[in-house]
């Protein structure tokens, strides 16, 4: 992927949201998982361009999300894969918490379940994520795709300056598992984020509002099983660490940034990712 192909994919990215009329509440982090969900009736597009290094090899994918909120606690989303440049024999990551590298379209409805007011702009809150995922590929890695099944919980505290989440995920593939089947490996993943707001950005709009994010991200991936048997160079856990910002502006905002690996024991020689980043355009309506 060249750079002019990852600009001109950025380019597509914020030009794809650009008409549209919005309004609503500012959302969290790039790469981890958040308690925010949307309004009652209100929309949101958010189109995500991805990245990863893999060695000598690099991945883009570009995924555009439409979320809509059923009740100020419950959300409904839909996110599609529109792969820029994915090469055969890189396993597969979910980079952020609600959107994979992978071409997946992928079913997500989070509930938040809890919620309360600790003070004037602040709150202590709780949410869940059940999810259904459908591979468009039928093999990768040499492994048979199936459909998978994801749940995550997150918890923590927000306020107008403060924010910290911690949270943890689990995605299932539903293949079958036997003497002679194909089973991708399950993924685990555990985030931890910690969020500050200046003063500087502490009004309401017309002023922009940013926000700074130290983000770490747990991996975990079991090991693909081909013909009943457990691949050596699959599976492994990997740590990220990522600074990431997000900016708003009335109805839409931009955020994301670089992850950068800080713990790798990966099971064998499979390919390792270098660094990985998100860009994120949305827009509330």
């Known amino acids: 992927m060249t750079r002019l192909g990852f600009g001109l994919a950025l380019i597509v990215a914020l030009a794809a949201t650009a008409a549209l009329p919005c309004s609503a509440q500012g959302h969290g982090p790039a790469y981890g998982l958040a ?8 929309w949101s597009l958010d189109v995500g361009l991805m990245g990863r290094a893999v ?23 839909l996110s599609l894969p529109m792969a820029l440049y994915v090469p055969q024999g890189l396993p597969p990551a979910h980079a952020m918490s609600r959107m994979p590298t992978s071409p997946d379209a992928e079913l997500l409805v989070g509930w938040r379940f809890h919620r309360r007011a600790t003070g004037v702009g602040s709150r202590f809150e709780s949410t869940t994520f059940v999810g259904f995922d459908y591979p468009t590929d039928p093999v990768r890695l040499g492994v048979r795709t199936a459909p998978g099944l994801y749940g995550a919980l997150v918890t923590g505290y927000a306020s107008r300056s403060v924010y910290a989440w911690a949270g943890g995920m689990y995605r299932r593939y539903m293949s079958p598992i036997g003497g002679t089947a194909d089973h991708p490996g399950d993924v685990a993943m555990a985030s931890l984020v910690l969020g500050f707001r200046p003063p ?11 926000r700074a994010f130290l983000e770490v991200v747990g991996e975990h991936r079991a090991r693909d099983v081909i013909g009943g048997v ?19 502006y009335g109805a839409w905002g931009i955020s994301g940034g670089p992850a950068f690996p800080v713990l790798r024991r990966l099971n064998g020689s499979q390919p390792k990712d270098g660094a990985r980043f998100i860009v994120i355009t949305t827009f509330w309506f």
Request: glycine share 14%.
């Open 35 to 42: 308690t925010p969900t949307l309004g009652q009736g209100g």
């Open 55 to 77: 060695g000598n090899r690099r991945v883009a994918m570009l995924r555009p999300m439409l979320s809509y909120g059923v009740t100020e606690d419950l959300q409904v989303s």
């Open 200 to 210: 500087t950005f502490q009004h309401d709009f017309p002023h922009p509002d940013w």
């Open 230 to 248: 457990r691949q050596p160079n699959t599976g492994g856990d990997e740590v990220f660490l990522a600074p990431t910002v997000l900016g708003l």
